[in-house]
């Protein structure tokens, strides 16, 4: 029995090693990628697994606006993948974070990397205090220009080289030499004056002004690993935005952001696709998509082809520079993986010339590595398939690198640039001129980086002592609320069922402590910090209420903005519904159903109807302009457009400051039915005996609404004007879904600034101050209300 039983301890064990040996190891790897770019990894992946049969991937897809968001919460708690796809832009602040493996030590083990045959300025810019956090898997220039062929030769022009420069204003005599004479050459004017082909448009109107602006030689910031210092008042930079905006606004070479939403509600690239502009600008992973919707042989299909942005001549010094900004990505190890040596392979392989080859067979990305990018795999040669020819000379893209620029890699350029750009988009759209939007932008960025880089040498917060008072607190509000119950005299009767109160009420309380009035200790804590969750929280006292106060440039405006929803949207919003309810009261057949009818809007989701306002607000195609205007745009009652502000366009409800806050005061209207549910339940409690009186008295009907109805409605109305008013202070998903926060911060809530703090910035304390601010505005608006209770009639009063 003992030598069976050790065999059979023998056996499993060499049957549990095997299992152990057996497994593979499984490997988190995210990206942010689209559909295309989805198969063409998942291929690749597959292939990785094929020669290593002993690691498994899980690709994980997540939406490039939320991604480093929620990548960064992962990482905080512990739940972050192995591998993640970085850019430029947003590495740093995982790096700061020790978030991210340095890769060097992988690299200089002699792992088959080398760094000199990847593209030196994707290298350089993935550096942080000289180490490398991302192995590059491309590079993306976004100065390159798509053009038609055809049309460019029906303008009488040659086709572009490459070798063009932009001016402010044309130089007929040189050509396609000169893009701004291409700009007015290429536009085309029907017999009412109104284009109908324009020369140009950008994918964002940003990619074309940081072209124009980094190609006259100016630059945003003094130092873009750790600038201390905006250059947005740079007379090169400001005179940039003044043309740019120009060209939609005053040439008409390119559209406006309206124009372009008036024409089928479409994106630049689709005006290219249906050759409604002759250029395009954009980075090449653009191809794809025009290749599917341009195939040889289709009725659709015409001549295309890429180039260079233009360059600028140098005044000084003669030369033509053609800096232009790009992108680019890659891959980083997470520094909490279990896995290091298998995520350097996974690493290797996609950011190597098998992940890179994969990616530019299909034409989606620019390899990171140059020899591939010279090679057949990206520039079409002889063997290239017909459909994959185009564009032809996409040699561009490799003569385009060496005069990339990329956008700032400190971790606070996301906050600050925000702050600057946020006040450009009245530029665009000729609401004012750039001097005076740059210099109000630049002046509230530059004093942000100053209180950013004040705040790097903080102490450490002292938890203990943090912990000790919370704990007081809630001890105080506890002796507060039962301390009065505790000298009450009872008897051993009372007392025993006290006991059997408290103890049937003891989960109630101890969810409260829990997730209650626990975290709103802790977020009073974190008001006191400088915290992100992940790196040691530092004290800050109340420093974050006097940045609230004194320094945040939005602060006020948010509060501003807020307010003025708050004062418009209730008033309407009870008037609507107190009409609604009256109107509902009546006794008519088949009022059940229209009481359903215009209750169903406040049950929807907020986001399903934001999405349908959206559209409901479009300049062109939009019911609300349809109805006002006609359905041709011509109709225009007592001058309606021009006292809108739209300058002779249909009104762009979303994108025009002046009329974005009003759409959505508008908007919250569609919710009445909330509070019509409440009055009309109140107009019902009222009983129909003081309306007989009152007809007896000889009262007419305004008469009954003003003696009987409003008097005895009053605590219904008082209801729904506290809870609006509450409601409204913390608005935040309409601006989220329609608006984000724009135009010029013209609709920034002040919960969607908390949540940019919050969630996008990850300054965790700064928020929980602005929670706490909200929270005391909250408070006295609600009492400074319920002094107007002595207005109220409440059904015993006499």
Request: proline content about 6%.
């Amino acid at each position: 029995m003992r030598l069976l039983s050790r065999l059979f301890s023998i056996l499993l064990l060499q049957l549990l090693a095997r299992s152990i040996i057996a497994a593979p190891v499984e490997l988190r790897f995210v990206v942010w990628d689209g559909d295309e770019s989805l198969r063409v990894l998942r291929r690749v992946i597959g292939e990785f697994e094929k020669a290593h049969p002993n690691i498994k991937v899980r690709m994980e897809n997540v939406d490039y606006k939320v991604y480093f968001q929620k990548l960064l919460a992962q990482y905080a708690a512990n739940t972050a993948p192995d591998v993640a796809m970085l850019d430029p832009q947003n590495f740093q602040r995982y790096a700061r974070r020790g978030a991210l493996a340095d890769l060097e030590p992988f690299i200089a083990s002699g792992d088959g990397v080398n760094l000199a045959d990847y593209y030196k300025p994707i290298v350089d810019v993935h550096r942080y205090q000289g180490k490398l956090y991302v192995l590059p898997r491309d590079i993306a220039p976004i100065g390159l220009i798509y053009y038609n062929k055809r049309l460019f030769k029906e303008a009488g022009l040659t086709l572009p080289d490459g070798r063009w420069t932009w001016d402010y204003e044309p130089r007929p005599s040189q050509g396609t030499a000169c893009f701004t004479n291409c700009l007015q050459k290429l536009t085309v004017k029907g017999e009412n004056g109104r284009v109908k082909q324009w020369a140009f448009a950008p994918s964002w109107v940003g990619a074309f002004t940081d072209t124009v602006v980094f190609s006259s030689g100016a630059r945003y910031v003094d130092r873009p690993e750790d600038f201390t210092q905006l250059n947005f008042t740079d007379p090169r930079t400001i005179k940039a935005f003044d043309w740019v905006a120009s060209l939609a606004n005053q040439k008409h070479w390119m559209p406006s952001q309206s124009e372009m939403t008036s024409v089928a509600q479409t994106t630049a690239v689709q005006l290219f696709i249906s050759q409604k502009i002759a250029m395009y600008q954009c980075g090449i992973w653009d191809v794809p998509n025009i290749r599917a919707a341009l195939k040889p042989g289709s009725p659709e299909f015409f001549d295309w082809d890429i180039t260079l942005a233009p360059g600028h001549i140098d005044p000084a010094t003669g030369k033509v520079n053609n800096s232009a900004p790009t992108g680019g990505s890659g891959y980083g190890i997470m520094q909490s993986t279990a896995h290091p040596k298998e995520s350097w392979e996974l690493v290797k392989w996609m950011a190597g010339e098998p992940g890179m080859r994969a990616m530019a067979e299909a034409g989606i990305a620019q390899p990171a590595i140059r020899k591939v990018a010279l090679s057949e795999a990206w520039i079409p040669g002889p063997n290239t398939p017909i459909e994959q020819q185009y564009p032809a000379s996409r040699k561009f893209t490799d003569i385009a690198v060496p005069s990339v620029v990329f956008p700032p890699t400190a971790e606070y350029w996301m906050e600050v640039s925000g702050l600057a750009f946020s006040k450009t988009e009245p530029i665009y759209t000729g609401g004012t001129t750039a001097k005076a939007a740059l210099t109000e932008g630049n002046k509230i960025a530059n004093a942000r980086v100053t209180s950013i880089l004040r705040q790097e040498n903080l102490s450490p917060f002292n938890w203990k002592a943090g912990i000790g008072m919370g704990l007081a607190i809630i001890a105080a509000v506890f002796g507060w609320v039962f301390w009065p119950e505790l000298k009450v005299k009872r008897t051993k009767a009372e007392k025993a069922e006290s006991r059997a109160g408290f103890m049937f009420i003891s989960p109630w309380i101890l969810g409260m402590v829990i997730f209650t009035l626990g975290p709103m200790v802790l977020s009073l804590l974190m008001s006191t910090t400088s915290w992100d969750l992940i790196q040691t929280a530092q004290w800050r006292g109340a420093g974050n209420f006097a940045e609230a106060f004194g320094e945040d440039p939005r602060f006020w405006g948010s509060l501003k903005v807020t307010a003025i929803y708050t004062a418009v949207s209730v008033p309407l919003g009870i008037i609507v519904a107190l009409g609604l309810a009256l109107l509902l009261n009546t006794k008519v057949k088949g009022m059940a159903i229209y009481r359903t009818c215009f209750y169903l809007p406040a049950l929807a989701s907020t986001v399903a109807s934001a999405l349908i306002w959206r559209k409901i607000f479009q300049p062109e195609g939009g019911i609300l302009n349809i109805v006002l205007f006609g359905s041709d745009g011509q109709r225009n009652p007592l001058g309606l457009a021009s006292a809108l502000g739209s300058n002779g366009q249909l009104p762009n409800w979303l994108g025009n400051e002046k009329l974005a806050l009003p759409a959505l005061i508008m908007m919250s209207v569609w919710s009445a039915g909330g509070g019509m549910i409440i009055l009309l339940a109140g107009l019902q409690g009222i009983p129909e005996t003081y309306y007989e009186a009152a007809t007896l008295d000889g009262a007419g009907p305004w008469r009954k609404f003003k003696a009987v109805t409003f008097p005895l409605l009053s605590p219904s109305l008082f209801f729904t004007m506290i809870t609006g008013v509450i409601a409204s202070f913390q608005s935040f998903t309409q601006a989220f879904v329609m608006t984000q926060g724009g135009p010029n911060d013209s609709t920034r809530f002040y919960m969607l600034h908390l949540y940019d703090e919050a969630f996008g910035l990850l300054r965790m304390g700064y928020a929980s101050a602005l929670g706490w601010i909200l929270f005391a505005a909250i408070f006295f608006v609600t009492l400074a209300q319920f002094r107007l209770n002595r207005l109220v009639h409440y059904g015993g009063d006499s």
